[in-house]
């Protein structure tokens, strides 16, 4: 029984450690060379190994909530959790109010606009087998309507306005020129059914 006690608060070490080393190597990489990266937190697995050691070694229930609040993955993730949560909310087929579709050769666009003034864009090409270049790309952002137009803006700059044709038809605008994969001037893009 002992040995398994120690084999799973050693594994339950493991993640903690690896979102701490990951953490501080990230902090010291951004103070240093002012170039950001990634940690890497990995929550609630090492919570759980440990807790499961220290209930096998008989120890007081009160201490099973500190390598909750002690591993930084899982403190990094509940404290993430509610902007995950509203990111997904404000794009999520639950808002969903419009959804536009286009095709132009091997590529397809589909557009959904959402009451939260959300929108997700997504781009796709069928690549024959072999051949090499983007596959799909994804693109959130805003929009808002003057009149009959939407006014679309990516998180990332980007900026379209979908001109109304009639009978639920929008035409692509691009004000600013876009790379030629990101680019959907000129596109029909019609509504269709925007089911969950």
Same mark, same amino acid.
């Given at each position: 029984?002992?040995?398994? %006690? ?14 701490? =080393?990951?953490?501080?190597? &990230?902090g010291?990489? +951004? @103070? ?11 929550? =609630?697995?090492?919570? #759980? ?18 390598? @909750? ?5 899982? $403190? ?12 997904? @909310?404000?794009? &999520? ?5 419009? #959804?536009? $579709?286009? !095709? &132009?050769?091997? %590529?397809?666009?589909?557009? &959904? ?5 959300? +929108? ?5 090409? %069928? ?16 929009? %808002?309507?003057?009149d ?7 998180y ?13 038809? +929008?035409?692509? !605008? !691009?004000?600013q020129?876009?790379?030629?994969? +990101? ?10 059914p925007?089911?969950?």
């Open positions: 029984m002992a040995a398994i %006690q120690h084999a799973l608060l050693v594994a339950g070490l493991i993640f903690p450690t690896i979102s701490l =080393f990951t953490a501080i190597t &990230s010291l990489t +951004y @103070w240093i060379r002012g170039k950001r990266s990634s940690a890497i937190f990995i929550p =609630f697995i090492g919570p #759980l190994l440990i807790d499961a050691s220290l209930l096998l070694g008989h120890e007081p229930i009160w201490i099973l909530l500190l390598p @909750w609040v002690l591993d930084i993955g899982t $403190v990094a993730f509940l404290f993430a959790t509610p902007r995950m949560l509203r990111e997904w @909310w404000s794009t &999520s087929s639950f808002t969903r109010e419009r #959804l536009l $579709v286009g !095709e &132009s050769g091997n %590529q397809s666009v589909t557009l &959904s606009l959402h009451t939260t003034h959300a +929108y997700l864009l997504r781009k796709k090409w %069928q690549r024959q087998p072999g051949e090499l270049g983007i596959v799909s790309f994804g693109e959130p952002g805003k929009f %808002q309507r003057i009959a137009q939407i006014n679309l803006r990516a990332n700059g980007r900026i379209r306005e979908l001109k109304p044709m009639g009978d639920n038809t +929008y035409l692509v !605008e !691009e004000p020129s876009l790379a030629e994969d +990101y680019s959907l001037s000129g596109w029909v893009l019609r509504e269709v925007a089911t969950p």
